[in-house]
C-alpha cells in the first residue's frame, strides 16, 4: 500500500516533521512490536491466536533474563513456532525465513538448553556464510547466557582471524562453535579439534552457502558429523541446491516451517520513499544528514562504484563517514566496521553483499540510493534499523519509473509506504 501525505495535515500521531526529508528521524527506544502469525508444514503447526511469552515456549528463566536485556521480550513468529518444537523434540528441522524474523534466537536458545556445560567437548556446530554473520551470531549466544549460573563455551572460527589464536582457544573447554565452512575443514586438517561429539549440526542462510560456493564444503562438514542427533537448517529460499541438501543429509520426516514474507518485516519500521532524479539523489540525501544531529545510519547503493562514488561526493560535503563494498580486503572491512561500531564515523554506505551481517545497535534510519535486485535483501537492509525494541526509518530514494516497484514491494511484504513529498 502506498499513502501520500500531505505535509499541511498531521495523519494519526505522525507529526508533520516526521514527513519532512530533511527532518530528524526520532527513534524510541521503549516501543515493542506483537505478535505476528506464522504458516507453517509439521505436525506440530497450529494457528497462534494470542500472544506468547518465551517463559510458556519453555526457556529458562536465565535465558529470558539475557534475552530481556538486548530488549528481546516478546517472541517472534518463528520463535513461537520454533522453540517448543526444538525444545520437545530436537530432530531435524527446516525453517524458511528471511533475515530479521530472529532465526538466531529461535534456534540459539534451544541450542543453548540442550548443551551440557559440564562437558568439555564440542556439542554444537553452526556454520554460517559470512565472517560478519557468524560473528554476529557468536556474539549474540554469548549474550543470552549473561545470567546463566554455569558457563557455556562458545568459539567463533572462521577466516581473516589468527589461526594460531584459533588453535590456542580451543585448548580451553568449548561447547559449541560458530565457523565458515572453510575455516573448520582447515581447523579438523590441522586435528586442532574434534567433531565426534557433536550432536547439534546448525546450517544458518543455506541458501547463502550455496550461492557462495560452499557446496563440497558443507557436504563434507555433513560427513564429520554422522554421530549428530539432529540437524537444523535456515534459509531464505529452499533453492534446487538447498532442496538436495535436505534430501541428501536430513530425515524425510523433518519438521518444517516458512515464514510468510508479509510477516518477516519489522513493525517498528517505518518505510517511505522519495520519487527525485538521479542526479538529485546525492543532494537529497546530504540535506538530510545535515539534519540527523548525533543519530547515525546505513545508506546502501547496489553497486561498488556507486557507493565509492557516493562515499567521496558526501565526504568532499564535510560528512563523517565510512564505506563497505566487496574491493575492500578482509582486514579493511574490519577495520571499518570497528570504527563505525565505536562512532569514530556517523554515517556507513554498503552494498547488498558486503553489508551481510552487519550488526551494529542504535541505528536510526537505513537509506536505499537505489531499490535492491532482490525481494530479500529489502528486508536484510531495512532489518539494520528498529532493533531492540527501538524505532527507525527506511527511506527509499526513488525515479518516477519506480512508483510501480515500490507498490509492490508494498504489495508482497504487506507494508504501507508513505511517499515523502
Not at 524510541?28 to 512490536?33: A, C, I, M, T
Not at 517448543?84 to 529461535?106: E, H, M, V, W, Y
Request: proline letters at 4%; a positive charge; charged letters at 25%.
Amino acid at each position: 500500500m502506498i499513502l501520500i501525505t500531505n505535509p499541511l495535515e498531521k495523519p494519526l500521531a505522525t507529526a508533520a516533521e516526521e514527513l519532512n526529508f530533511f527532518a530528524p528521524f526520532e527513534p524510541s527506544s521503549k516501543r515493542h512490536g506483537c505478535g505476528i502469525p506464522v504458516s507453517a508444514v509439521g505436525s506440530l503447526f497450529q494457528k497462534h491466536t494470542t500472544l506468547k511469552s518465551f517463559k510458556t515456549l519453555g526457556v529458562r528463566e536465565d535465558l529470558i533474563q539475557g534475552l530481556e536485556e538486548m530488549g528481546i521480550k516478546t517472541p517472534t513468529a518463528i520463535q513461537r513456532d520454533a522453540i517448543p518444537f526444538l525444545l520437545a523434540n530436537g530432530k531435524d528441522f527446516i525453517a524458511q525465513a528471511q533475515t530479521g524474523t530472529g532465526k538466531t534466537a529461535a534456534f540459539g536458545i534451544p541450542l543453548l538448553m540442550q548443551i551440557d556445560p559440564e562437558a568439555r567437548e564440542i556439542q554444537a556446530v553452526v556454520v554460517a556464510p559470512t565472517r560478519e554473520l557468524a560473528k554476529q551470531i557468536g556474539k549474540q549466544l554469548f549474550r543470552f547466557t549473561k545470567y546463566c549460573a554455569q558457563k557455556i563455551f562458545v568459539e567463533v572460527l572462521t577466516g581473516g582471524d589468527k589461526l594460531d589464536r584459533q588453535i590456542a582457544a580451543l585448548q580451553r573447554p568449548t561447547q559449541v562453535v560458530v565457523v565458515t565452512p572453510g575455516r573448520l575443514l582447515d581447523l579438523l586438517s590441522r586435528t586442532a579439534l574434534s567433531l565426534d561429539a557433536v550432536k547439534l549440526l546448525i546450517l544458518d542462510e543455506a541458501d547463502e552457502l550455496l550461492n557462495l560456493g560452499f557446496r563440497k564444503e558443507v557436504a563434507e562438514i555433513f560427513a564429520k558429523t554422522q554421530g549428530r542427533r539432529a540437524t537444523w537448517l535456515f534459509s531464505a529460499t529452499i533453492p534446487a541446491g538447498v532442496q538436495k541438501l535436505i534430501t541428501d543429509y536430513m530425515s524425510p520426516k523433518s519438521h518444517s516451517i516458512k515464514i510468510d514474507q508479509q510477516h518477516v518485516v519489522n513493525r517498528d519500521i517505518s518505510h517511505r520513499f522519495i520519487v527525485c532524479q538521479v542526479r538529485e539523489k546525492t543532494n537529497r540525501i546530504a540535506g538530510f544528514l545535515k539534519n540527523q544531529g548525533e543519530e547515525r545510519g546505513v545508506i546502501f547503493c547496489r553497486t561498488r562504484a556507486g557507493a565509492t562514488k557516493l562515499f567521496e561526493e558526501l565526504a568532499e560535503r564535510g560528512h563523517r563517514l565510512g564505506v563497505l563494498q566487496g574491493d575492500l580486503m578482509q582486514s579493511e572491512r574490519d577495520k571499518v566496521l570497528r570504527s563505525f561500531r565505536k562512532g569514530r564515523f556517523q554515517f556507513l554506505i554498503a552494498t547488498d553483499v558486503a553489508a551481510r551481517g552487519i550488526d551494529v545497535e542504535g541505528l536510526a534510519f537505513v537509506l536505499h540510493h537505489q531499490l535492491p535486485d532482490q525481494l530479500d535483501y529489502y528486508t536484510h537492509r531495512s532489518g539494520r534499523t528498529g532493533r531492540a525494541g527501538r524505532t527507525g526509518v527506511s527511506i527509499a530514494l526513488i525515479c518516477q519509473q519506480e512508483r510501480a516497484d515500490i507498490a509492490k514491494l508494498g504489495q508482497v511484504l504487506g507494508l504501507t509506504f508513505v511517499e515523502m513529498r
